[in-house]
């Protein structure tokens, strides 16, 4: 059965369904020699290049990888920085005819939980408004916050690019001008939290991304490290967009052997460090 040529590239892990979609746009994927165009079906059997690069289709679809990162203060969500900035990529595992996709993004001030998956269609899934996926964050603000000021940020703000609210604001810790609050969020537009915040006058001093729809920061992952979820929890993420479930994949041999030691050369990084030129 032939599908579309950006659908069959998101499940190879190679891209996102829409970057997928803006590669073909640009003439950079061919199909049995020929330039694709958006709209285009493929089979797992033709040859599908991107740049002249072959990718590999025939098992796409059939295992999948998600990864929990608990991102330091000081990195960027993208895969090469023109500032030579640190990014999010650069301490993840490696993969092998697959990448990491990252779901949704962190300012580089904000730390906290991002996933990462090989599977596109379910990043783009996850990010979508339409999915309906909230994130919650953990605040620390600095000013004097009362009920009528939640009330407001609950019931929405006006902000430059349109309206934005919080579906949940709760109390959590601290005392004085310095307190902690969890918010939670149904999108992830740039620094939204910040915003909002700062529309009341309020100062926010740290933030951290603690959930991302089923999915909690887990406790025994330091800043600067990452953790590969279960089938359980993979599961959870799938149901949760309405996605047929995929099998984690498992690493036997000698890729299991790299793996082990990318997991064991992990180190804690409270905020990020410069690369090396």
Same mark, same amino acid.
């Given at each position: 059965? /032939? !599908? ?6 998101? &499940?190879?892990?190679?891209? =996102?369904? *829409? ?32 740049? $002249? ?16 990162? /608990? ?27 697959? *990448? ?8 580089? /001030?904000? =730390?906290?939980? +991002? ?15 339409? =999915? ?32 934005? =609210?919080?579906?949940?604001? *709760? ?26 915040? !700062? ?37 959870? &993420?799938?149901?949760?967009?309405? +996605? ?8 036997? $041999? ?5 793996? +082990? ?17």
């Amino acid at each position: 059965m /032939n !599908e579309r040529i950006q659908k069959l590239l998101s &499940l190879t892990g190679v891209a =996102s369904r *829409r970057e997928a979609e803006r590669w073909i746009a640009d003439g950079r994927v061919t199909v049995n020699g020929e330039r694709a165009k958006l709209g285009d079906r493929a089979g797992r059997n033709d040859d599908i290049r991107v740049d $002249g690069r072959a990718v590999s289709v025939e098992e796409a679809g059939v295992n999948t990888r998600v990864i929990a990162y /608990n991102k330091p203060v000081g990195e960027v969500c993208t895969r090469d920085d023109p500032e030579g900035r640190p990014t999010v990529f650069d301490h993840l595992p490696k993969t092998k005819n697959e *990448r990491w996709i990252n779901v949704g993004r962190l300012d580089i /001030n904000t =730390s906290g939980l +991002l996933l990462f998956t090989t599977d596109g269609e379910l990043a783009n899934k996850l990010m979508h408004p339409s =999915s309906g996926v909230d994130r919650e964050y953990a605040v620390r603000v600095r000013g004097d916050v009362d009920q009528d000021m939640i009330n407001r940020l609950k019931e929405g703000v006006l902000l430059e690019d349109g309206m934005a =609210s919080f579906t949940d604001v *709760r109390y959590f810790d601290g005392e004085g001008q310095n307190k902690w609050y969890h918010v939670v969020l149904m999108e992830g537009r740039n620094r939204e939290v910040r915003r909002l915040w !700062e529309s009341q006058e309020i100062t926010v001093s740290r933030l951290k991304r603690v959930r991302y729809g089923c999915i909690f920061m887990p406790a025994n992952v330091p800043v600067g490290t990452w953790v590969e979820l279960g089938q359980k929890e993979v599961n959870d &993420l799938y149901d949760l967009v309405d +996605l047929r479930r995929r099998t984690v994949k498992k690493f036997v $041999g000698k890729e299991k052997e790299q793996y +082990l030691r990318q997991m064991r050369r992990q180190k804690v990084r409270q905020t990020a460090s410069r690369r090396k030129r």
